[in-house]
């Protein structure tokens, strides 16, 4: 399944399949970008960040792709789980900085 | 677990009453970094310090708004005459900071209802 970030906040995938959630951000002098999960009654948690040097970086089963031409961030969800379930949200900054600003968010929710 | 704490979990209070919210950053973080979320959106910066300096404040931060951070350790921030708009969660976030950027670590967060 795919998302289309802020025109499509929420996103359904099976058990197993794979997830891409999409952030398009604003700032062409950002350069540096966090993913954080987010679930319910919880604070944002930390899942994978790139630097603007850089076009892929992977984790255990996320891979997160930057395109800075159109700044265009997704992250790659593989072999997604029902603990998958939550809020993602992207977060844009300068590196050599002090400031984070969040996007709205793309809820994901795993059908068994 | 030595992650960021937030006390208290949630807070109900009358308008126009005073309310104050502590955090307790990662021990070696010496940034610290509140943040305020309404439902369905992304957390939005207040302010933040650099050990006990509080070096930025956002324009959502009213003058109602203060923040502190003393020794450089915990914070914390306070709301004075509540307003039902201040509903929201107080997430506060730290991290560890050279030359560079690194990620926030959040806690999670006090949820605030005025009523």
């Known amino acids: 399944g795919e998302s289309v970030g802020l025109h499509l906040p929420t996103l359904s995938v099976q058990e197993g399949d794979n997830s891409i959630i999409n952030c398009a951000y604003s700032?062409?002098?950002?350069?540096?970008f966090i993913w954080y999960k987010q679930e319910s009654g919880k604070g944002p948690q930390f899942i994978i960040d790139?630097?603007?040097?850089?076009d892929k970086r992977q984790g255990q089963r996320v891979t997160v792709l930057l395109n800075k031409t159109v700044k265009h961030l997704s992250l790659q969800i593989a072999a997604t789980q029902p603990g998958d379930s939550a809020v993602y949200f992207c977060a844009e900054g300068p590196y050599s900085g002090n400031q984070f600003y969040f996007g709205t968010g793309t809820s994901l929710t795993v059908i068994p | 677990d030595t992650g960021v704490s937030q006390d208290p979990r949630h807070k109900i209070t009358k308008r126009g009453q005073n309310v104050t919210f502590r955090c307790d950053p990662i021990?070696?973080?010496?940034?610290l970094y509140w943040y305020r979320q309404t439902l369905g959106q992304g957390p939005e910066f207040l302010t933040y310090?650099?050990?006990?300096?509080?070096?930025?404040k956002s324009r959502l931060l009213s003058d109602r708004f203060s923040a502190e951070r003393p020794k450089g350790s915990f914070s914390t921030l306070e709301i004075q005459r509540t307003e039902q708009g201040d509903s929201a969660m107080y997430l506060c976030?730290?991290?560890?900071?050279?030359?560079?950027?690194?990620?926030?670590?959040f806690g999670n967060g006090t949820r605030l209802t005025v009523t």
């Open positions: 790139i630097r603007s040097n850089m």
């Open positions: 310090f650099q050990n006990e300096a509080q070096l930025e």
């Open positions: 021990s070696e973080h010496n940034r």
């Open positions: 976030a730290s991290s560890r900071q050279g030359s560079y950027n690194s990620p926030l670590h």
């Open positions: 700032n062409s002098a950002s350069d540096y």
